[in-house]
């Protein structure tokens, strides 16, 4: 079964300074993967994804992730932090038949002024 | 608006009560979806629906009970609540099944439910 492991619930980062979150997945197919953002008291909203093709993919608000097949990763960056990126962070894959997603536990990103 | 709204956004209720968080989305989108969130398990499928009258088990489906008579509304029961459904439920639909494609999945707001 498709599985993503996101270590780390918590992670700060100060205003100005990169930011990475890691995600490692386990998937049977190719996988499609994903990043969604939780902003508080909200639902989650889709950040940016890999399907096919070009292994750096850019998503709103700065972010970027790189597919690397051989370490089975997909992690997100941000060169500069800004207090409006303090939200929660899941990773997803897709499962084999490409009709559902399968969550990491998240990242609680805290941006110090 | 158009959108995805759940109500109420908060609920309390007793162990043993029958409570039902509604959904309601405008996109006329096919496919919807309930999610449950929890510290440190992520978001988890209870159940989906492909269309109205269509639905089915998700990961964690036990104690629940979806139905969707009308496309644009897919209410979620608790037949007898317990401690350990106290959660964050969220609500999503999808123009398509194939999220896993990369349709995005668009969320509501959530319900905040606790039962004591």
């Known amino acids: 079964a498709q599985s993503v492991t996101q270590l780390g619930s918590h992670v700060s980062v100060s205003e100005g300074a990169l930011v990475l979150l890691r995600c490692n997945y386990s998937s049977s197919v190719p996988p499609y993967l994903f990043w969604y953002v939780q902003y508080p008291n909200q639902g989650l909203q889709l950040l940016l994804k890999?399907?096919?093709?070009?292994?750096l993919v850019k998503g709103i608000n700065g972010f970027e992730a790189e597919f690397k097949k051989s370490e089975t990763s997909f992690h997100l960056t941000k060169p500069s932090a800004h207090m409006s990126d303090a939200a929660e962070y899941f990773c997803?894959?897709?499962?084999?038949?490409?009709?559902?997603?399968?969550f990491g536990k998240g990242n609680q990103v805290v941006v110090i002024p | 608006d158009a959108g995805i709204t759940q109500s109420p956004r908060y609920k309390i209720t007793e162990t043993g009560r029958q409570v039902t968080l509604m959904c309601h989305q405008t996109?006329?989108?096919?496919?919807m979806f309930w999610y449950r969130q929890d510290l440190g398990h992520g978001l988890r499928l209870i159940y989906y629906s492909a269309a109205a009258d269509i639905t089915d088990k998700g990961e964690v489906s036990d104690g629940y009970v979806v139905s969707r008579s009308k496309t644009e509304n897919f209410p979620l029961t608790l037949e007898s609540a317990t401690r350990s459904q106290t959660s964050v439920y969220f609500c999503?639909?999808?123009?398509?099944?194939?999220?896993?494609?990369?349709?995005?999945?668009?969320f509501g707001n959530g319900t905040r439910l606790t039962v004591t």
């Open positions: 999503a639909s999808s123009d398509t099944t194939r999220t896993g494609e990369g349709s995005p999945l668009h």
């Open positions: 890999y399907t096919t093709g070009a292994t």
């Open positions: 997803a894959v897709s499962d084999r038949t490409r009709s559902r997603l399968a």
């Open positions: 996109w006329s989108h096919s496919y």
